[in-house]
């Protein structure tokens, strides 16, 4: 079954640096689209970043434009969140996606924290 678990959360001070994973089993990695969402307390989830499987290209919301990036490594059935320069307002729990025969599955989430 299609599995997909983050890590690499952590509580950092505001201007640092945190790279996320989501280790993904149980379809063809290399064949789908990935995405990052978030989601704050008391707010809806909210998109973050994509990257798609068949030319590796990469979309961001807009306020992580230039901090954030994502990346995959489809030989180890993994993709990345390389968060830069990090805000208070990035706090919030980190999901990866992905639809797979129609059907969108989530990770557990891993939490960011932002102090100020």
């Known amino acids: 079954q299609v599995q997909l678990v983050e890590s690499g959360g952590g509580l950092v001070q505001a201007g640092g640096s945190l790279r996320l994973s989501c280790a993904a089993s149980?379809?063809?990695?290399?064949?789908?689209?990935m995405r990052w969402y978030r989601q704050a307390p008391g707010k809806e989830r909210e998109f973050v970043a994509r990257?798609?499987?068949?030319?590796?290209?990469?979309y961001y919301e807009d306020s992580v434009k230039g901090r954030f990036t994502i990346s995959r490594d489809n030989a180890k059935n993994t993709m990345y969140l390389q968060m830069s320069s990090l805000k208070p307002e990035d706090t919030a729990k980190y999901y990866c996606d992905t639809q797979y025969q129609g059907k969108d599955y989530w990770g557990q989430g891993t939490q960011v924290t932002v102090s100020s």
């Open positions: 149980g379809f063809m990695f290399s064949k789908y689209d």
């Open positions: 990257i798609n499987w068949y030319d590796g290209r990469t």
